[in-house]
């Protein structure tokens, strides 16, 4: 690796989701993690619901977990390319078990006893921002007009119920916007980013139809991707730009799911639903080819993402009625809902009777780990420096796993006191295990002070560290 100068973290969370802290290693390597299935959060519980419920988000806005979903009646199943014209709402207490207020808004079947909208605010989220007006307090999205002629328009609410138009004009134009368009206030950078829709790899002699299946070229004569911009005000948005993954091959990735993560700052998660469209496992399915699973992309600049995961982080699995175009779909919201769990949503049997969002669960920043096995590696990170007095470790090993950590200067050397032989075997399951040495757990007198971390190991998982 090209050394670099030591980049100052203070006490954040630092992740091994991409290979930006390893220096050096051997015998280590980087694992993604699946969630796990847990159980259902949003099911088709009225007649409103039969048809769909999906393409959710969700906001906590300090008292409790807000939720926005599309969703319709059954008279949509096996209807092709159907629309999902109702927007519903749902509350919780603990982000896992929901509830779906009556907001006697919007008639269906001849009565307001229902919890949807009568103004579809389009898609939603809590505005953080600290500026925002009392009346603005939350936003959207709203995608209006069809094809080449639809743009986004701003709402607003100060409950996130009642709903106005910010404005008559758009702030985003540029078709695609046929999917989740996403944004959230970005306090780390204060402002807000945007994602959306958008078109990569494209043929310039397209024309806007679809050509070459072979070269990818199916979605406007290039591959459904992603686009960015950003935002001082709401209002004025800069011009929108393709994410930029590096080297790795276009595929159609539908949505996009970016969520920055609280629990370490400076880090950008996305969770696109990939589209592969030349496979059809059920030849009688009703709406087209395709077939997708879910992918885990990372980024520190909300631009630049790494994908050195090219493999799913969710199959379909098991379940035949996952196994169509656009069956499953990760859903916005990431939250930690105990001291060892992080919650997060999918959808699931899209277009199919019994339609709904499950819960999966991680471990807390359990997305990726560096891995050895039972011979055991090391690995040593670039030169940093930190505010604090102990190191904490989120690792995990098993009953003959050991972690051990040595602090050396920015050079490679050893610093005395804390040598690899001066610390103690690791051995256990810990979000927050602190590093101990033989004089004990402080690194205070480092703080400041330009260092690299050698983390020895074997059998064992480490997933994230910090300075506290």
Sequence with gaps: MTARDALHIGSDRQLFVDEHWIAEFRDVTRVLHEPVRREIAIDTDYPWEEGNVG??????????????????????IGVPRHNNHRKGYAESEDG??????????????????????????????????????????????????????????????????????????????????????????????????????????????????????????????????IRWTTSSDFKTWTPLENIDCGD???????????????????????FPSRYVAHRTPDPDWFDGPGVNDIVFMSSRDGVHFDRSFMEAMVRPGLDKRNWHERGIYFQHGIYQTSPTELTMYMGEHLKTPGVHIRRYTLRPDGFVSVSAGYAGGELTTHPLTFDGTELELNYSTSAVG???????????????????????????????????????????????????????????????????
């Design 96 to 225: 896992i078990h929901w509830t779906k207020p009556f907001l006697h808004q919007e008639e269906f079947n001849g009565s307001k006893e229902n919890n949807l909208f009568s103004l579809n605010p389009g898609v939603v989220n809590i505005d953080n921002n600290p500026d925002a007006k009392e009346d603005e307090r939350f936003k959207a999205f709203n995608v209006m007009g069809r094809r080449e002629k639809s743009a986004i328009y701003p709402m607003a609410s100060p409950d996130g119920i009642n709903w106005h138009q910010m404005s008559d004009d758009p702030i985003l134009t540029g078709w695609p916007f046929d999917s989740k368009n996403l944004f959230f206030w970005d306090e780390w950078t204060g402002q807000y980013k945007g994602y959306t829709r958008g078109v990569a790899n494209a043929d310039p002699d397209a024309e806007h139809q679809v050509i070459s299946r072979e070269k990818g070229h199916e979605f406007i004569g290039g591959v459904r991707w």
């Design 55 to 76: 393409s959710m988000n969700t906001a906590y806005d300090g008292e409790k977990y807000r939720m926005w979903y599309t969703c319709d009646d059954a008279r949509v």
């Design 402 to 468: 050991t972690v051990r950590v040595e602090v050396q200067d920015e050079k490679g050397n050893p610093l005395p006191g804390y040598g690899i032989d001066d610390c103690p075997e690791m051995f256990a399951d810990e979000i927050e295990g602190v590093v101990r040495w033989e004089g004990g757990p402080s690194v205070g007198d480092l703080a400041g002070r330009p260092v690299r971390l050698r983390l020895s190991f074997n059998d064992a998982d480490i997933y994230a560290f910090r300075f506290r």
């Design 248 to 270: 790795t091959p276009f595929e159609h990735l539908y949505t996009n799911e970016c969520w920055p993560y609280d629990r370490a700052p400076g880090t950008y998660l996305m």
